[in-house]
């Protein structure tokens, strides 16, 4: 790969600037793709935004910023590699779409619009092969925001897999936040959508039996014409929770579960909403349980420990050890008090609680057993 040193203005950045979803973000009397695939959505906030402004206005220097020369043929001769937050913070300032100092560009001075136009900023122009390109993209210092896991895949597996799949999963207000929100944690523009999807499809397909992963699965798909297949299974996923939990009643116990993997084991079943329901809102009023957002996945399983049920504290234990005579009712062997452990005498799925009175010490061999039974 070649790297040459270069100097271009914010003025003849901003020539030609156009943002928009139909023909894409460029600039440099559209000869510059502000956003090519594997570039991640507009990130900064106000704060960051302004800084970028602050530091041209005080002639303060910016990071150097990458580019990448296309071929000679190309439509758009360059992309930005790195620079991107600090590209569109500038052109979309001077195109009026923010105030600083409550002046949009438009509004100030003659003297301060041309200090702005005129600064230079610092440009390295990098030449080479494709996979040159990605892997200088990942080790690259990106100034301001290091991009996450999932932001460094859509840059090494970039291709129509990826730009349609950000399409459903990457933008402010995309059809996966509008349908997840209340399911899924995280934001769009930082691809927490993305990667939840391809996580859950990836293992979707290892149960059943293809044994699958992110990467893999991006690997596999990434010269697809579209990602309609993970946009599709995302929605039945969620679609499945909607449908089956009541979003009005439950919705704080139902975010960030992991609902693709009760989907693939429930969804053929028919559930019982209504009795789901009635013993979920039971639940939700048990002081016993010490983690309501396994609430959910206990009705479906049966399985207690999503729910981190309380245990006896260590003043009710060494009561009960001192009363027993540091005796197991089971094995009735003798045992110093860090070799025991307290039992719920009731379990608490009949009905027993965390009181002294429903609590026996016993060696932690007989508790282990009656555990499993």
């Given at each position: 790969m070649t790297i040459k040193q270069t100097e271009v203005t914010v003025g003849e950045i901003i020539q030609g600037y156009i943002n928009n979803e139909e023909l894409g973000v460029r600039g440099y009397s559209g000869k510059l793709d502000i956003r090519p695939p594997y570039q991640?959505?507009?990130?900064?906030?106000?704060?960051?935004?302004?800084?970028?402004?602050?530091?041209?206005?005080?002639?303060?220097?910016?990071?150097?910023?990458?580019?990448?020369?296309?071929?000679?043929?190309?439509?758009?001769?360059?992309?930005?590699?790195?620079?991107?937050?600090?590209?569109?913070?500038?052109?979309?300032?001077?195109?009026?779409?923010?105030?600083?100092?409550?002046?949009?560009?438009?509004?100030?001075?003659?003297?301060?619009?041309?200090?702005?136009?005129?600064?230079?900023?610092?440009?390295?122009?990098?030449?080479?092969?494709?996979?040159?390109?990605?892997?200088?993209?990942?080790?690259?210092?990106?100034?301001?925001?290091?991009?996450?896991?999932?932001?460094?895949?859509?840059?090494?597996?970039?291709?129509?897999?990826?730009?349609?799949?950000?399409?459903?999963?990457?933008?402010?207000?995309?059809?996966?936040?509008?349908?997840?929100?209340?399911?899924?944690?995280?934001?769009?523009?930082?691809?927490?959508?993305?990667?939840?999807?391809?996580?859950?499809?990836?293992?979707?397909?290892?149960?059943?039996?293809?044994?699958?992963?992110?990467?893999?699965?991006?690997?596999?798909?990434?010269?697809?014409?579209?990602?309609?297949?993970?946009?599709?299974?995302?929605?039945?996923?969620?679609?499945?929770?909607?449908?089956?939990?009541?979003?009005?009643?439950?919705?704080?116990?139902?975010?960030?579960?992991?609902?693709a993997l009760f989907y693939d084991q429930y969804h053929t079943h028919t559930l019982d909403t209504v009795a789901l329901g009635q013993q979920i809102s039971a639940l939700m009023r048990d002081s016993e349980i010490q983690r309501p957002a396994g609430i959910i996945p206990y009705v479906l399983t049966g399985d207690e420990h999503y729910l981190d049920l309380r245990t006896f504290p260590e003043d009710i234990k060494l009561a009960v050890w001192e009363q027993q005579k540091h005796i197991c009712p089971i094995c009735h062997k003798e045992f110093d008090y860090e070799f025991m452990e307290g039992d719920h005498i009731t379990p608490w799925r009949e009905g027993g609680r965390t009181v002294i009175e429903n609590c026996q010490m016993l060696c932690k061999e007989c508790n282990r057993r009656k555990g499993s039974k």
């Amino acid at each position: 790969m070649t790297i040459k040193q270069t100097e271009v203005t914010v003025g003849e950045i901003i020539q030609g600037y156009i943002n928009n979803e139909e023909l894409g973000v460029r600039g440099y009397s559209g000869k510059l793709d502000i956003r090519p695939p594997y570039q991640r959505e507009f990130i900064y906030n106000e704060t960051e935004q302004q800084a970028v402004i602050t530091t041209v206005l005080r002639g303060y220097p910016l990071n150097v910023m990458y580019w990448v020369r296309r071929s000679d043929d190309a439509e758009c001769p360059y992309e930005v590699m790195d620079g991107q937050q600090r590209t569109l913070s500038l052109c979309e300032y001077v195109a009026g779409k923010f105030a600083y100092d409550y002046k949009n560009f438009f509004n100030q001075p003659a003297d301060i619009q041309q200090r702005i136009l005129n600064y230079p900023l610092t440009i390295y122009v990098c030449e080479g092969e494709p996979s040159e390109k990605l892997e200088w993209f990942k080790t690259i210092n990106i100034a301001g925001k290091p991009l996450n896991e999932q932001e460094i895949n859509n840059a090494v597996y970039a291709g129509p897999f990826v730009t349609d799949a950000k399409r459903h999963f990457s933008k402010s207000n995309c059809g996966a936040y509008r349908l997840g929100k209340d399911l899924v944690n995280g934001t769009p523009i930082r691809q927490d959508f993305l990667k939840k999807a391809l996580e859950w499809i990836a293992e979707h397909e290892t149960r059943e039996g293809k044994r699958q992963t992110v990467v893999g699965y991006m690997a596999q798909h990434q010269h697809e014409p579209n990602a309609n297949n993970l946009w599709s299974y995302f929605q039945n996923v969620l679609n499945w929770a909607i449908t089956n939990f009541d979003m009005k009643k439950f919705k704080k116990i139902m975010k960030g579960l992991d609902w693709a993997l009760f989907y693939d084991q429930y969804h053929t079943h028919t559930l019982d909403t209504v009795a789901l329901g009635q013993q979920i809102s039971a639940l939700m009023r048990d002081s016993e349980i010490q983690r309501p957002a396994g609430i959910i996945p206990y009705v479906l399983t049966g399985d207690e420990h999503y729910l981190d049920l309380r245990t006896f504290p260590e003043d009710i234990k060494l009561a009960v050890w001192e009363q027993q005579k540091h005796i197991c009712p089971i094995c009735h062997k003798e045992f110093d008090y860090e070799f025991m452990e307290g039992d719920h005498i009731t379990p608490w799925r009949e009905g027993g609680r965390t009181v002294i009175e429903n609590c026996q010490m016993l060696c932690k061999e007989c508790n282990r057993r009656k555990g499993s039974k």
